[in-house]
């Protein structure tokens, strides 16, 4: 399967600290993504790292991508109660269908107040 | 306002029964794609269109079945078929490109009674 996996599966921490949530994956790869999922809603993407790029920031959230390793991390600093919510992964597949994105089951992250 | 809209938000579906799930998108995008997502999973492919009259199996297919007769409409029939049909059902659609978000929409949640 190319799906990614994130790893943990569930995370809990305090307003104020970091969250770090890591992505692996099995193929080789044009992008790997990562999307927010509230309870019972739709997935709303985040960021897009491509193959060739090592980090990139948006906001309060910071992503690494390492192809050597096929992994990815996810980090979300000062986090907030209002970043409760499951984060995704999702690559593509080179030589797969363009847009076609596999995703993995998710990191549940509670941030309590 | 641009987006992705799914209805309805939740069905209930008797045993033996059809049901049909609406997708419209308003962005003139040319891939749309059906996801199923059950408890703590993540996303499954069922299908996929990227152009009007023409649809691909995804990793799912069994038990449903799609039409694309409109740039803007992918609806998504479960059938008697399906065996196991309760589940959050997700629509997306997105360019055909490399390195491209999937824009979603907020589900609908079939339960069968």
């Known amino acids: 399967s190319q799906q990614g996996e994130e790893d943990p599966q569930a995370l809990s921490i305090q307003e104020g600290e970091n969250a770090t949530m890591n992505c692996s994956y099995k193929t080789s790869i044009n992008n790997l993504q990562w999307y927010r999922q509230n309870s019972g809603r739709g997935l709303v993407h985040l960021i897009l790292i491509r193959s060739n790029e090592r980090e990139k920031h948006s906001g309060r959230l910071r992503v690494t991508l390492d192809t050597s390793k096929k992994s990815s991390s996810l980090l979300i600093t000062a986090s907030r109660a209002a970043d409760t919510a499951s984060y995704f992964c999702?690559?593509?597949?080179?030589?797969?269908?363009?847009?076609?994105?596999?995703f993995g089951r998710g990191t549940q992250l509670t941030v309590w107040p | 306002d641009g987006g992705i809209t799914q209805s309805p938000k939740y069905l209930f579906r008797k045993e033996g029964q059809n049901v049909t799930l609406s997708c419209e998108q308003n962005l003139n995008h040319d891939a749309m794609y059906w996801y199923r997502q059950d408890p703590g999973q993540g996303l499954r492919l069922i299908y996929y269109s990227q152009i009007v009259n023409d649809f691909q199996k995804g990793d799912i297919a069994e038990g449903y079945s799609v039409s694309r007769e409109k740039k803007e409409s992918f609806p998504l029939t479960v059938t008697s078929a399906q065996k196991n049909p309760t589940a959050f059902y997700l629509c997306?659609?997105?360019?055909?490109?490399?390195?491209?978000?999937?824009?979603f929409g907020q589900g609908t949640r079939l339960t069968v009674v």
């Open positions: 999702a690559t593509d597949g080179r030589g797969s269908t363009l847009g076609r994105l596999y």
């Open positions: 997306a659609s997105s360019i055909v490109d490399m390195n491209t978000e999937a824009f």
